[in-house]
Nanobody
């Protein structure tokens, strides 16, 4: 399993921006697809965005399309989630995950998850 560490969360006003980072600890995830998920209080964890290991394919939840952008650096050490035009309903703990298999990743069945970073959007 790949050890993952998220960072970049915080408190922001509605309409603001944050950039989350997901870093691999001890090894790279250059050959893994990377995904971001979130879980709000009292709700199920949900898919937010994913990027293939090449960076050539991305996928987004409808709720964040046009506002969030997933990317990864060319060295395979860090992935990012740029979040713009944030809304109060984006408030959640955000997790990154990686997997060699795209479908396993985007369906939330990956075995490698970070500890999460809190994002709070005030109205």
């Amino acid at each position: 399993q790949v050890q993952l560490v998220e960072s970049g969360g915080g408190l922001v006003q509605a309409g603001g921006s944050l950039r989350l980072s997901c870093a691999a600890s001890g090894r790279t995830f250059s050959t893994y697809a990377v995904g971001w998920f979130r879980q709000a209080p009292g709700k199920e964890r949900e898919f937010v965005a994913a990027i293939s290991w090449t960076g050539g394919t991305t996928s987004y939840a409808d709720s964040v399309k046009g506002r969030f952008t997933i990317s990864r650096d060319k060295f395979g050490n860090t992935a990012y989630l740029q979040m713009n035009s944030l809304k109060p309903e984006d408030t959640a703990v955000y997790y990154c995950a990686v997997d060699l298999a795209w479908q396993t990743l985007v369906t939330g069945r990956s075995g490698s998850w970070g500890q999460g970073t809190q994002v709070t959007v005030s109205s």
